[in-house]
């Protein structure tokens, strides 16, 4: 998925501001849903962020145009892993590892059941 | 109320992103209800932006303290009007005008009943 | 130019947070810009909003995709206006009218001159 | 460090936007700064964020007033580790690990000198 950086991502050191990199990952994790006509909102709920690590490599600036890849690393029972990395011009300039629980509308966890395991794997 | 610029609200060009001066006045109105123990969502309803007006006048960077004073114009049957505006050390340098209609959680427009009008007006 | 509305443009009312809808249209203004090779920060200056008008006609919600449609009404001896229109499913949904003005790295307004105006005319 | 949650913190899950828990501890960090009549840009550069682990324990909602509480682990030779803890009502919702890395205006590393070491020590 390709993401143009526009002025609202910057900030005033003239780079992206650091967080806006999840939002361009989040962008990436939803639009594989909406891509296939799915919403990430979905049956009795949602996948929510539960633990992140995150390196910042390098910066990117207005106007830069990146690429955010997806590798799913497991399903587990109540949550999934992926990998996120975000390259500017094949340079790896930002990698995400996150732990995404599936969620009630409530909040609560929930198992994610063989038919949202198998869609999961099948969408990344 | 009064409103530190942080890093997130500026943008690349050194200065606060333009929208974000909206954002500060939507902070304003919200606190108005949260100071006094009730929330912006209430009742059936809420209230949403149905038109605005606004002049940039002067920006603020990094680290400026803002002040958002708001003064309420009019309470129409189904909206109402408020002007805003935002100082900095005394120099106004953005102004509001702001037309809030009152919609169900639908999205339906709403009469204003005579207590949410009286509440309005205690508020504001 | 197309855009789809993802979980951070939204907020906990469901739908799309009315200032986001400016920044939509920023990015369409910026977009201009780099699809052509350009940036918006150019020669001696960047353009700012000065003064907005804006109608909220209906709503977006996550998942939609957008339509951000510009019309440049007059570019003047130190700002231009444009109107900025968004679609969704070939309704209008918001409007902007926006003056923007030209203006110095340190924020002063400067002339646009014949070749900045005509630039302005060849991409809007 | 206090701060109110409003509505352009919130998406359509009815939450805080996951990657807005870093701006709030961005906030907190820049804060320690101001309260002090510092800036967070200072000298030959400022700090940017290398490498994080966060985990979201808690979600908070629109009206929430939820604290910020800063923990500094170790200055290094060209950056310092802080921990940032996000509290709701006495309750830890969101704890991040940050690694802060010092950079000169262009972005390239640089050491921190035992006068900004003494600066962070005092501060944090």
Redesign the interface.
Known sequence: MKI?V???D??????V????Y??FC??AR??VF?RHGL???FGGG?F?????????IL?A???DTLEVVNELLEVKGASFLLVQRIFKEQKMIFELRIMLAYVTFE?KPQKITPDIKRLIESLF
């Not at 501001?17 to 806006?20: E, F, I, P, V």
């Not at 929510?48 to 910042?56: L, P, S």
């Open positions: 143009r526009y002025y609202e910057t900030d005033a050191g003239g780079i501001y650091h967080s806006n999840l939002n989040e962008r939803s639009e909406f919403s990430p909102v949602q929510v962020a539960r633990k992140i690590e995150a390196d910042f910066s600036k207005l106007g909040g």
